[in-house]
């Protein structure tokens, strides 16, 4: 039995995930371990093919590792079976998307309440919990719009406040901002600071280094491997020195 | 995730394409439409022919003689009359029927559409006939040959105005005294069952007619078959032969209308499932086709923290919606479609509950059991690569 710090809310041990690409085999992730504690902003940073996208599924708990473990909040995942890990998705995660992935036929309200009615909480709470969460965004007069009627933006900021809906654990941004231009970009971000700045821990993939600057801390991979984890104001020292500006 | 809110977005997700949900459902609708329509029209057409029997009673058993041509046996009235009486504990009544042509006429007033037949006191209770006015024939009246007759609704209302009592008709010239009026039996239209003039058998030779058939009415239907087997033997006991005479059971007829009507049904009913089992690949298939433009969706439910079992019953309440909404629609058309039947065969019919409840049950569970295939594909999906599909 692994002796678990309670400060500690994702752990990865060694981990590999192997794809197997017809003959060949593609190392993603290779030997990847990492410690992210509670309240952290923590940012993963890496090119297309670094292994992020494969360590971000893996936290989402939607994909496993082929050795090693990933222990989410002291419970190796492992050990879960499909329902729990829809369960630990629903419960501890928070997806912010780069398509936002909002149901397009749902109102906006309606997208906001679906990781709780999952969870299955009665409607009123639902309701209740899901304008709670627009208004942190500043959208609760859009509760019955369609996605498709809000900018780019505002429809980040649903897809932030689904997140926060189910009052997760974590909030696994992935390129959050990768569809937004710069300004709105800059309203996300910060949007996430405030976030951060209230207890929340965020954990953000981006292939930029700009955006990865924002965060506390970086966890740079490259081939599956992880180059640096460091705090984020030394990160652009180190890339210097080493001259992998991206 | 709960069963209104599922219920709720499967009817959004109908609406929002209609037409497409509308060719869906149309195997549904055409199926449950056309077994409501295929069995209403049966059950009408031999509800109408078994009440005509039942009205005639189902105790009934005509007997018809056509005799042998150049053979001397015969069999008569007296021959029949003695076995009716030697079998009391079987037959109820019995009368012997003499259909005559002759002309009919009330003053000036030619009647030809209106039949006549001889037949004896029996007759009545035979027949089951209600009198509308005055008294049916009597024993003397056939045994005098009484030039007396018991004529039918339509002639007492046309030719007397309802007050035919006492008043007098013409048959071939001569005049005979009305006793009684029958009671309304059909429609009481011209060449009807209520056309008809009923006098004394015995009469009615004089007439030129000859006794062609006899009536019986066994105490109960039950003992039809009894009765059946008794003039059989008599019968074929002088002809030697089965062609000289036919013996018809009004019971053995229902009979076999309500095992006919059982079997047809059962032929409708299969081709029904055949039709709705078309319908419901109809549904698979466009749900299959669903579910793979919505993967996107169904990674965005599972990221979001949907288990297989909150798609597996989205997706199967979904389609389950569709063949109800179906089946609600094909039972709209096929009550219609009842009822335009009845207008244009002219035949009072009413939708087949029997058929609305058993067709609908089936469009529900064909809903589920063909949504249960596309429906396991969406739960099983990979959510990593369910949200990468464009």
């Not at chain 2, 609908?360 to 739960?379: H, L, N, Q, T």
Request: glycine share 12%; proline share 3%; with cysteine.
């Amino acid at each position: 039995m692994k002796i678990h710090d309670v400060n500690t809310l994702i752990e990865f041990e060694k981990i590999d995930k192997i794809y197997q690409m017809g003959d060949s085999e593609v190392r993603a992730a290779d030997g990847v371990s990492f410690k992210i504690c509670k309240g952290e902003f923590v940012a993963i940073v890496g090119q297309s093919g670094s292994g992020k996208s494969t360590c971000m599924n893996i936290i989402g708990c939607l994909d496993v590792p082929t050795h090693g473990h990933y222990y989410l909040n002291g419970r190796d995942t492992a050990t879960l079976d499909k329902n729990e890990q829809a369960e630990f998705r629903n419960k501890m995660l928070g997806f912010v998307f780069q398509q936002y992935n909002l149901l397009p036929k749902l109102s906006v309200q309606e997208n906001v309440e679906l990781p709780l009615l999952y969870a299955r909480i009665p409607p009123a709470e639902r309701a209740r919990r899901a304008r709670e969460a627009l208004a942190r965004v500043g959208l609760e007069g859009k509760c019955k719009n369609l996605p498709s009627q809000l900018s780019g933006g505002q429809q980040q900021r649903v897809s932030i406040a689904r997140a926060l809906a189910g009052d997760p654990s974590v909030i696994l941004a992935d390129e959050p901002t990768g569809a937004l231009d710069s300004r709105t970009s800059r309203e996300v971000l910060d949007f996430l600071k405030n976030l951060n700045a209230g207890g929340n821990t965020i954990v953000l993939i981006t292939h930029d280094n700009g955006i990865a600057a924002e965060a506390q801390r970086i966890i740079r991979l490259q081939d599956g491997r992880v180059v640096y984890d460091g705090p984020a104001v030394d990160a652009a020292r180190v890339q210097f020195a080493e001259g992998v500006v991206g | 995730m709960s069963l209104r809110q599922s219920l709720h977005m499967a009817l959004k997700s109908l609406a929002g394409s209609k037409l497409r949900s509308l060719l869906t459902m149309l195997g549904i609708i055409i199926g449950v439409a056309s077994v409501i329509i295929l069995v209403s029209i049966m059950q009408g057409m031999s509800q109408q022919m078994l009440s005509e029997f039942t009205k005639m009673g189902t105790n009934r058993l005509e007997v018809s003689i056509f005799g042998l041509g150049e053979s001397s046996r015969t069999v008569g009235v007296a021959d029949l009359e003695g076995l009716y009486r030697g079998h009391r504990d079987v037959f109820g009544s019995m009368s012997p029927r003499v259909d005559v042509s002759a002309g009919v006429s009330v003053g000036t007033k030619v009647y030809p559409s209106t039949k006549l037949a001889g037949v004896s006191e029996q007759y009545q209770q035979v027949e089951k006939l209600e009198m509308g006015a005055g008294r049916f024939l009597g024993y003397m009246d056939v045994k005098e040959r009484g030039k007396v007759c018991v004529v039918g609704p339509y002639l007492a209302r046309t030719a007397f105005g309802g007050k035919a009592v006492g008043q007098a008709v013409k048959i071939n010239g001569d005049a005979y005294t009305i006793v009684g009026v029958l009671a309304q039996r059909g429609n009481g239209s011209r060449g009807s069952e209520d056309d008809q003039i009923l006098l004394p058998y015995s009469q009615a030779r004089q007439l030129g007619g000859t006794v062609s058939s006899f009536v019986f009415a066994t105490k109960d239907a039950s003992q039809n078959r009894e009765g059946r087997r008794i003039l059989q033997e008599m019968l074929y006991g002088v002809y030697r032969s089965n062609d000289a005479f036919y013996i018809m059971d009004n019971q053995q007829i229902v009979n076999s209308v309500n095992k006919m009507n059982g079997t047809l049904t059962m032929v409708l009913v299969g081709v029904a499932a055949i039709s709705l089992l078309v319908g419901g690949i109809g549904i698979m298939n466009i749900m299959l086709v669903s579910v793979t433009e919505r993967t996107r969706e169904i990674g965005i439910r599972k990221s979001l923290g949907a288990k297989e079992r909150d798609v597996l019953n989205q997706f199967i309440i979904e389609s389950a919606v569709t063949s109800t909404v179906g089946g609600l629609l094909g039972i709209a058309v096929g009550v219609a479609g009842t009822f335009a039947a009845g207008i244009i065969m002219k035949m009072a019919m009413a939708p087949a509950l029997d058929a609305v409840a058993v067709s609908f049950g089936i469009s529900v569970i064909i809903g589920v059991f063909f949504g249960f295939m596309p429906a396991r594909k969406a739960a099983q999906m990979n959510p990593i690569d369910a949200l990468k599909y464009d």
